[in-house]
Nanobody, 123 residues
Framework: QVHLVESGGGLVQAGGSLRLSCAAS????????MGWFRQAPGQEREFVAA???????VYQDSVKGRFTISRDHAKNTGYLQMNSLKPEDTAVYYC?????????????????WGQGTQVTVSS
């Protein structure tokens, strides 16, 4: 079992930055892939970015060049650095973890989820 807790959300103006953190406890986190997903009001949850246990990264096209995913194995923590934020980035952001595998962007591959953190970008 992996327990995930997100933090770092908040209200920011367009063009600003936020860094989300995802603290993991339980099983050895460094053997897991980690992903970030988001859900805007009235919309389905969507993939944002993911990083494999070996450090490979993938991003949704709309965040490429603005968001950076990373992880610190020593701290059992993952991060999502979000720069140049836009109002359309407003959503609840969730981190998720899964045993290492081939696919990183499929939600249904992730058995472990955090509670979510709200990110609001004002125009």
């Amino acid at each position: 079992q992996v327990h995930l807790v997100e933090s770092g959300g908040g209200l920011v103006q367009a063009g600003g930055s936020l860094r989300l953190s995802c603290a993991a406890s339980g099983r050895t986190f460094d053997k897991y892939d980690m992903g970030w997903f988001r859900q805007a009001p009235g919309q389905e949850r969507e993939f944002v970015a993911a990083i494999s246990e070996s450090g490979g990264m993938v991003y949704q096209d709309s965040v490429k060049g603005r968001f950076t995913i990373s992880r610190d194995h020593a701290k059992n923590t993952g991060y999502l650095q979000m720069n140049s934020l836009k109002p359309e980035d407003t959503a609840v952001y969730y981190c998720a973890a899964k045993p290492r595998g081939l696919y990183l962007s499929r939600q249904y591959d992730y058995p472990y989820w955090g509670q979510g953190t709200q990110v609001t970008v004002s125009s």
